[in-house]
């Protein structure tokens, strides 16, 4: 079974600052696809970015990109240029292609607060 | 388009009563999932569709949850009888199935408190 870890509780960064989180997965699975999902109090889960698993460069989406090591199973998130509306749980998941439609496994999150 | 809906919002409820949750996905999403997510933790999957079957329900409480999908379209989650431990977040999302690599898309959540 896919398992996916996050080791940081908390995380604080000031305002304009880069902060990186960490996300750990453990796979037998070669294909697979790797998120990045931003939750704010209002509770909607937002997909912030993602990388598939066959591609070697790391993707980025204007101040968000991601570190993937696919031998070390790591895939880390940075985010420049931190802004207020930043602030949320952000969750790293791990998502495979099973037979019927894809199966999304989470991390436990890590709460990001973005100070002025 | 359209986002998942969901209702309602909140609800607070007692022990050992009766709740149910409704979803109705992004149009042309055939597949639809319900997660739980306890306070501090990730969501976790209890049932996923696949138009109006059920293809995984292997972490659903099925002595006191059950959940449908009549026609393929909208869904109800239901927990009888209620216990401390079911309070969550309750979210729903939607997938187009057939694309390989398609995002899950989430609604805003159903917060359950059970006293």
């Known amino acids: 079974a896919q398992t996916v870890t996050q080791s940081q509780p908390e995380m604080s960064v000031q305002e304009a600052e880069t902060v990186t989180l960490s996300c750990t997965y453990d796979t037998s699975e070669n294909n697979y696809y790797l998120f990045w999902y931003k939750q704010p109090p209002s509770r909607q889960m937002i997909l912030v970015i993602r990388?598939?698993?066959?591609?070697?460069q790391n993707a980025t989406e204007n101040r968000f990109s991601v570190n993937f090591q696919k031998a070390a199973k790591s895939f880390s998130l940075k985010i420049s240029d931190s802004q207020l509306g930043d602030t949320a749980m952000y969750f790293c998941?791990?998502?495979?292609?099973?037979?019927?439609?894809?199966?999304?496994?989470f991390g436990a999150g890590t709460i990001l607060r973005v100070k002025s | 388009e359209a986002g998942v809906a969901q209702s309602p919002r909140y609800k607070i409820i007692e022990k050992r009563q009766s709740v149910a949750f409704w979803c109705n996905p992004i149009?042309?999403?055939?597949?639809l999932y319900w997660y739980q997510q306890i306070l501090g933790q990730g969501p976790k999957l209890l049932i996923q569709f696949q138009n109006n079957g059920v293809v995984d329900d292997s972490q659903l409480p099925k002595d006191r949850f059950s959940a449908e999908r009549l026609k393929g379209v909208d869904s109800t989650l239901k927990i009888q009888p209620a216990k401390l431990e079911d309070s969550a977040v309750y979210l729903c999302a939607s997938s187009f199935y057939s694309a390989y690599n398609s995002p899950l898309h989430f609604g805003n959540g159903t917060r359950l408190t059970v006293t």
């Open positions: 990388q598939e698993a066959y591609k070697q």
């Open positions: 149009s042309g999403h055939a597949t």
């Open positions: 998941a791990f998502m495979k292609h099973v037979e019927y439609g894809n199966k999304l496994v």
